[in-house]
């Protein structure tokens, strides 16, 4: 399987080798060299660079983690934190106090690294994907 792709993501890549496709291919490449990638993963041969390699371990390492360290409260209230939403109105969706979501906020931040709402509305947009990837990988089943 070969992924032809219009985001050339880091966090796409890691979960692309992850799934075991024989290479990650961005559509913006010459049509020759998508051409000749889809030949090459059809005879089976792997076609991930030791530059996407790296850059899905880096991203492993330094992202992935720190998003799996979050409990899926933690992402709950990031998600609605992300949105804007202040601690009240996190507090009245989630049906808990207050309190409960400053200490939500409070480890969602120290287990992201960052100091702010605003630094981790920033992560989030930086390193994490959202759904709309869906759309617009092509997978070729070689």
């Known amino acids: 399987m070969l992924v032809l792709t219009a985001h ?10 992850v799934a075991g496709v ?19 993963a059809a005879q ?6 030791g530059e996407q390699l790296a850059r899905a371990r880096r991203w492993q390492e330094q992202v992935s983690a720190r998003w799996e360290s979050l409990t899926a409260r933690e992402q ?8 804007g ?7 009245q969706e989630l ?3 207050t309190r409960t979501v400053e200490q939500h906020v409070t ?10 709402r605003l630094e981790a509305a920033v992560w989030v947009r930086d ?13 070729l089943f070689i």
């Open 8 to 17: 050339d993501v880091n966090a796409y890549l890691a979960a692309m080798i």
């Open 22 to 40: 024989a290479g990650f291919v961005v559509k913006e490449e010459a049509p020759e060299r998508i051409v000749g990638a889809v030949r090459r």
């Open 44 to 49: 089976g041969e792997v076609l991930f660079s």
């Open 76 to 83: 709950e209230v990031l998600r609605l934190l992300v949105e």
């Open 85 to 91: 939403r202040d601690n009240q109105a996190i507090a």
């Open 95 to 97: 049906c808990v106090a």
């Open 107 to 116: 480890n969602v931040l120290g287990k992201l690294g960052v100091a702010s």
């Open 127 to 139: 390193h994490v994907p959202d759904e709309s990837w869906k759309s617009t990988i092509f997978i």
